[in-house]
C-alpha cells in the first residue's frame, strides 16, 4: 500500500504539472514572453493560484498582458480574461497590446480601459482577479498618477464573487519600509500589503516563496539593469470574505 501511494505521489507531482504546463503552452508565444517565463514562472503562479476552467479572470493593470494570454488558456473557451488598463500605462504597451490581441487571437480575452475613479468592473463578476507588480503604485504620489488603495481595493473587493481570490505578486522591500521605497524603488514589504489587505475585506490563504531571490538587497531599484525581472519578489493569495 506504502508503495502504491509513493507511486501516485510521484505520478501527481511530476507529470500532472508537466501535462497543465503544457496545456499553458501549446499557443504560438512571443520571444519575449518565453525569455520571462524562466523568471515569472507563470506556469506555476497560476497552478499555485489555483485558476480553474470555465472561471472569469481580471488581470488588472495587465500591461501588455503576459499574463492574460496564459490565463486565457487556463480559463478555456467556457471561461474569460478581462485585461484592465489605465491610460497611463498606454504609452509603454500600446504596441505590446496591439500584438497580442490583434485579429482576435485571444477570443475569450477582452480589454478594458478605466480610472481609478471608476474602473467599471461590476459587482460579483469575478472569480479570480491578478495584481501582479501592480500594489506598489497605490502608494505612489504623482502629478500624472492618480491611483490609491482606498480609491482601488473597495471596487476589487466589490467586482469578486463571494469566496473570490485575489493573487498579489509585487517587489519585495526591507522589512518594516511599509510604503516609503514604493516612490523611488518601485517596493513595498510583503507585511504591509498582507495587513493592507487584511482590513480591507480579504484573508490571507497561503503564500509561495517561488519568486524569492535571496540575491536580491531589497534597497535598490527594480530597475536596475542587475536586477531586473530577478527582483525577490512576494506571491500572496487572498480570498474576499
Known amino acids: 500500500m506504502k508503495n502504491f501511494l509513493f507511486v501516485k505521489f510521484i505520478y501527481l507531482t511530476l507529470f500532472l504539472p508537466m501535462a497543465y504546463a ?56 467556457k471561461g474569460s480574461v478581462v485585461l484592465h488598463n489605465n491610460q497611463a500605462y498606454i504609452p509603454y504597451i500600446g504596441k505590446e497590446l496591439e500584438g497580442r490581441l490583434g485579429n482576435n487571437r485571444l477570443k475569450n480575452v477582452t480589454r478594458l480601459m478605466s480610472e481609478a475613479s471608476s474602473l467599471k468592473l461590476g459587482e460579483s463578476q469575478f472569480d479570480f482577479i491578478f495584481l501582479v507588480l501592480g500594489y506598489h503604485d497605490f502608494y505612489v504620489v504623482d502629478k500624472n498618477w492618480k491611483v490609491s488603495a482606498d480609491q482601488v481595493v473597495p471596487q476589487m473587493h466589490q467586482s469578486l464573487k463571494a469566496g473570490g481570490k485575489l493573487l498579489i505578486i509585487d517587489h519585495n522591500a526591507i522589512k518594516g519600509s511599509g510604503t516609503s521605497q514604493s516612490q523611488t524603488l518601485h517596493r513595498i514589504e510583503d507585511e ?5 489587505l487584511e482590513k480591507r475585506g480579504f484573508r490571507l490563504i497561503k503564500k509561495s516563496p517561488i519568486l524569492m531571490n535571496k540575491k536580491d538587497p531589497l534597497d535598490i531599484s527594480v530597475f536596475q539593469p542587475d536586477i531586473r525581472r530577478k527582483t525577490s519578489r512576494f506571491v500572496m493569495l487572498f480570498e474576499k470574505i
Open 22 to 77: 503544457g496545456g499553458l503552452t501549446l499557443t504560438e508565444r512571443s520571444g519575449e514572453d518565453l525569455t520571462r517565463d524562466k523568471t515569472s514562472k507563470p506556469i506555476e503562479i497560476i497552478q499555485f493560484a489555483g485558476v480553474k476552467t470555465g472561471q472569469r479572470v481580471l488581470d488588472l493593470l495587465g500591461g501588455g498582458g503576459y499574463y492574460s494570454e496564459l490565463l486565457s488558456q487556463a480559463v478555456g473557451s
Open 192 to 196: 504591509f500589503v498582507k495587513a493592507d
